[in-house]
């Protein structure tokens, strides 16, 4: 499962093609798809109590796509009009030898990819910056909820703050652009989320909120946890001026900027704004089971395309059947004591 990828130069699946040109990725609802979110892997060396439980069971790793499988899955992506690719986890620098992939897929930007770019906890971040800078990455995303040590820790399950601290500098002394990715709990992070937004504009990082989304058994309560961003923000505004910004970066957030900051806040709102109308990207797990809509539960299966005696052939019908079972929005509620989560699926297992 670990061996490097071996493809030095980029190189494309002979696809169906439309006239002289491989056929775009474009759903029912006339969205085309261009954002791909690639999961190498569900293991995490954190235990988040929004994400998953303590006692997490993780996949085998014989059913784990290979390094060389995900390049070449990412290639029949790009061949249809992918530009930007997004490796998720889990937590994909847990993955061994995963700079190989960066390293291969990287050579592609400047011809038919556009950017690459990771999410990460940035416990690893200390090790592989400079690495993924190398590699032709040039933004990171960092999940961050508390810059207390403890909470940290509670919320977490593990007592690594330093380190990721220490990932954010070493990404920013690489020449990486840093986004903050913060989860909105009510009660938990609330009262703080000012002085993780001070903090992370004069350190010279955007910040995104996220409201909590309801997927898989985390052993809490989701309706307590659950804090709506437009409450946030109205309180935020009681302390800041607040413009609104139409900075995108291909993802679901609405963004802001703050004066007395200097910083762009982003909001993603699952439940109090829903993007689903914009929506451009497809996920695909470790296991090459690609989902078209984080919150539905239709599915393709990639690897068996992948597998197959004509995997050219047979991943672009995986592709044209994801785009066919595509669905408008996603229906994630959020109002109701003791709900069983909208999927049984982790985030973890899907891709953040």
Excluded at 54 to 83: C, H, N, Q, W
Excluded at 143 to 164: C, G, H, I, M, W
Excluded at 243 to 255: A, E, R
């Amino acid at each position: 499962m670990n061996e490097p990828v071996s493809h030095p130069e980029p190189r494309k699946p002979d696809l169906i093609l439309v006239g002289d040109r491989p056929r775009p990725l474009v759903d029912g609802f006339m969205r085309r798809i261009t954002y791909l979110r690639l999961s190498v892997t569900d293991r995490c060396d954190l235990r988040c109590s929004y994400c998953m439980p303590e006692r997490m069971t993780f996949l085998p790793k014989k059913e784990v796509l290979s390094l060389e499988e995900l390049y070449d899955l990412a290639t029949g992506f790009i061949a249809r009009g992918v530009t930007k690719i997004r490796i998720t986890g889990g937590e994909p620098l847990v993955r061994r030898d995963i700079i190989d992939l960066f390293t291969a897929l990287g050579r592609r930007i400047g011809h038919d990819l556009e950017e690459l770019t990771l999410t990460t906890n940035g416990t690893q971040l200390g090790v592989h910056a400079e690495a993924l800078a190398k590699a032709g990455v040039r933004r990171v995303n960092v999940s961050l909820d508390t810059l207390d040590r403890a909470k940290f820790a509670e919320l977490t399950r593990r007592d690594s703050l330093p380190q990721v601290l220490e990932g954010i500098a070493a990404a920013k002394a690489a020449g990486l652009k840093v986004k903050l990715n913060a989860v909105a709990l009510k009660g938990v992070n609330e009262e703080e989320l000012p002085d993780l937004i001070a903090w992370g504009h004069a350190e010279g990082h955007d910040v995104t909120l996220i409201e909590v989304m309801p997927l898989g058994d985390v052993e809490e309560e989701r309706l307590d946890q659950y804090l709506p961003l437009d409450t946030v923000r109205a309180q935020l505004e009681q302390r800041w001026t607040l413009t609104d910004s139409t900075h995108k970066t291909g993802g679901p957030s609405t963004y802001v900027d703050i004066a007395e900051t200097g910083g762009r806040l982003g909001f993603i709102t699952p439940h109090t704004g829903n993007f689903c109308s914009g929506c451009n990207r497809l996920r695909v797990t470790a296991t090459g089971q690609l989902y078209p809509c984080l919150g539905g539960g239709e599915r393709v299966d990639l690897r068996a395309a992948l597998r197959s005696d004509d995997p050219e052939t047979q991943l672009a019908a995986a592709l044209d059947e994801a785009l066919r079972i595509k669905p408008e929005k996603h229906h994630f509620r959020m109002d109701q004591r003791g709900a069983a989560p909208a999927l049984a699926r982790h985030m973890s297992m899907t891709g953040g």
